[in-house]
């Protein structure tokens, strides 16, 4: 540690450790003189960024922007040297201080503009404003280091593709503190992908100072995973623009990921006034500044900068004050329709796990990418569900490290692309991983990058217990995956050939969730029983009925997945046993959920049962029977599901936890004396 003490430019001692203390050397050793002259337009460019940036924040004073703005004042030649090197094809991907890097790769500052005053002519049609951001080649969004898996799934594309395109994606140093920074950058080097990292350390993360917030040294984590580390700053410009251009070089011509490592220092607040930094720091660093050195030391850039501003003004004076309607916002992509025929199943004598295999052959055959842990032959996936297939498609095959958030992110980087792509998630448990690219990435893009983008990814997973895995690897997290905007959640059951799913799925542009189950992969799928008749109702992932031949239903059962095709083998018994004649409805697509086969049936039962796999409070039974009432149907409802407690390994123990087939007779015996005991009204 240097003990330096550090004096101000008023004479006044600052602490030691500070970011003055560790920048200031390279602050102060700068020379741009013979810069400006071979690279006027790298500083005009420079230039516009900050006056945009500057009308941005003098917008925002005003009242006359919403939310929030990071400026990227002080930092703009690193967005204008790694921009400067890329094609019009390569990509970025940015963070939430991404104005300079927008404008350096796609020069939109006027849609830019638009685009924060929340204007129909922004380039994300007002939707996304400062931080989320889209154009052909950029992408930008909020939540820190999400963005890195999915470059690294552009990267991957470009890779299979054989073009000579690189992805370069920014972050702040701060951001070295998310694990997924790690997965991307580990991802990127196992794969060599034509990735380029670029890190700006302006010393602070929102309030908090480097040395807070980042433990050891930067390059030795790129260079940990054998990722060659380019150094760099924006006070000593032709070398940021030699080592920029290095560095896209090595990527581009070697196809492996770079780290690239700029030391640059914001001038402006975090985000609009947010600014608790030493004001003889921020001084320090203002009269230093690369930019503002060059125009006062060029007269004819002090014309050019004069210019640049009233262009903007002007700009500003006569945008069209056009907003999207809501009517324009609202469309997802979800399917809702439900068609009115219904055909009879009849399945081909196969199990689930073959027919499922199947279905993702066809995907791949048809371009389409397979990612996961432990996927490739001779293991074949944890399941054997992937079996064969790496051998088949080798470049298409990606088994992957640990890393679900990665290859969820990598995932949704290759469909950004217009590439089918499934990920298998090893066990269901493990979607708590993937989160943040479900929720803040895949399901977000479409409509906050204004209609351009759509993610045609689909997560695979195997949920359920019954098998002895215990707490961690055997539960059914449907619940925490439902009602999520814009992401179709598809359940497969034995009861169907899987096929017809990701059939339809090869047609769908939006990301999709297809659960699996355990206990149903190594089942024959459904064959035609003499008296019940099995219907899958029209339109795409339409419900299944199954119904008896010989009586009439007196119960409606809806359940999904292994529990519905356990019950439908079960269903004889379950008359002999509770007496109840149960009409099964087996629904496919949890959600958006068709409640009309639910409704129908139980109008005309007048008993409805609800059986899911994970425990009942806040889940799928609680939406079904809502919705029931809400469309007017009056039925006694019951619900059965998981006990609310980790599902136990031992097995006695785990079957009284779980809704197996005799705890759906128990708990249906008790439902009908409770209603013999008092009879009349329905319940609901
Ligand atoms: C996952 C996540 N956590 C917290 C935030 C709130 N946040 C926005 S910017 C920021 C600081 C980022 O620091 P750094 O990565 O160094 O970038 P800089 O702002 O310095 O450019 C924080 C904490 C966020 N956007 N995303
Ligand atoms: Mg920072």
Redesign the pocket.
């Known amino acids: 540690m240097r003990t330096e003490t550090i004096i101000d430019a008023n004479g006044a001692s600052l602490p030691e450790g500070t970011i003055l203390e560790r920048f200031r050397c390279w602050a102060q050793n700068a020379s741009n003189d013979r810069f400006l002259q071979e690279n006027r337009k790298a500083v005009e460019l420079a230039l516009l960024i900050r006056e945009v940036e500057s009308a941005f924040l003098d917008l925002f004073s005003r009242g006359l922007m919403n939310g929030t703005v990071h400026t990227c004042i002080g930092q703009e030649f690193s967005a204008v040297s790694v921009a400067g090197g890329l094609t019009q094809d390569d990509w970025i991907t940015s963070n939430h201080r991404c104005h300079g890097h927008f404008i350096a790769k796609t020069g939109l500052w006027q849609g830019l503009i638009d685009e924060l005053m929340g204007l129909a002519t922004g380039v994300c049609k007002g939707i996304g404003s400062s931080q989320h951001l889209y154009a052909k080649g950029f992408l930008s969004n909020g939540p820190q280091g999400a963005l890195l898996p999915v470059g690294s799934g552009i990267a991957q594309n470009f890779k299979m593709k054989q073009v000579p395109n690189i992805v370069a994606s920014f972050i ?3 951001t070295l503190g998310e694990g997924v920074v790690y997965e991307a950058l580990n991802l990127a080097a196992l794969r060599s992908l034509p990735q380029l990292f670029v890190c ?6 929102q309030s908090t100072p480097q040395m807070a917030g980042v433990a050891g040294s930067i390059p030795d984590r790129a260079a940990a995973f054998g990722i060659r580390v380019f150094e760099a700053n924006t006070w000593q410009l032709q070398d940021l623009f030699d080592t920029a251009a290095a560095a896209i070089s090595y990527v581009r011509n070697e196809c492996k990921p770079a780290f690239l490592l700029v030391g640059t220092y914001r001038l402006k607040a975090h985000s609009k006034g947010d600014d608790d930094r030493d004001p003889a720091e921020i001084a320090f660093f203002e009269e230093k500044d690369s930019l503002a050195r060059l125009v006062s030391d060029c007269p004819s850039l002090g014309q050019a900068q004069s210019a640049v501003r009233e262009t903007i003004a002007a700009h500003i004076e006569s945008v069209d004050n056009t907003r999207i309607s809501a009517a324009d916002y609202r469309p997802d992509q979800l399917p809702r329709k439900s068609g009115a025929k219904s055909v009879a199943v009849s399945n081909e004598r196969v199990r689930m796990v073959q027919a499922i295999n199947q279905g993702l052959e066809k995907v791949l055959a048809d371009g389409g990418a397979l990612l996961g842990e432990d996927i490739c032959d001779p293991y074949g996936g944890a399941f054997k569900v992937t079996k064969g297939l790496s051998t088949k498609f080798p470049d298409q095959v990606i088994g992957s490290p640990i890393s679900e958030a990665g290859i969820a992110g990598m995932g949704a980087g290759l469909a950004l692309m217009g590439r089918e792509s499934y990920v298998e998630i090893m066990f269901g448990d493990f979607m708590t991983n993937i989160f943040d690219q479900l929720i803040n990435n895949v399901s977000k893009f479409h409509h906050m990058y204004a209609f351009q983008a759509s993610v045609p990814l689909r997560i695979r997973t195997p949920m359920g217990g019954k098998r002895g895995y215990g707490p961690t690897h055997s539960q059914s997290l449907e619940k925490y995956l439902l009602g999520i905007d814009n992401l179709l959640v598809l359940a497969a059951t034995s009861l169907e050939d899987p096929r017809q799913l990701t059939e339809a799925l090869s047609g769908y542009p939006g990301p999709a969730i297809l659960l699996e189950n355990k206990t149903d992969y190594g089942r024959l799928l459904w064959q035609d029983k003499p008296d019940l008749t099995l219907k899958k109702l029209g339109g795409d992932y339409g419900s299944l009925v199954l119904s008896p031949t010989r009586r009439q239903p007196n119960v409606t059962l809806v359940s999904y997945g292994g529990t519905a095709r356990e019950l439908a083998d079960k269903l004889e018994d379950l008359f002999v046993e509770t007496d109840c004649v149960a009409e099964l409805i087996v629904i496919t697509r949890l959600h958006p959920l068709d409640i009309t086969p639910i409704t129908r049936s139980a109008s005309r039962t007048g008993t409805l049962v609800v059986v899911e796999d994970g425990s009942c409070p806040f889940g799928i039974g609680a939406e079904v029977l809502a919705q029931v009432a809400e469309a007017g149907v009056a039925a006694n409802v019951c619900r059965i599901g998981a006990e609310p407690v980790p599902i136990p390994s031992i097995g006695e123990l785990e079957h009284e936890m779980l809704p197996t087939y005799e705890r759906v007779a128990q708990r249906l015996r008790k439902f009908k004396d409770d209603l013999r005991a008092t009879p009349g009204t329905p319940r609901s």
């Not at 700006?200 to 993360?205: D, L």
């Open positions: 702040g140093e701060g700006e350390n302006n010393g602070y993360s």
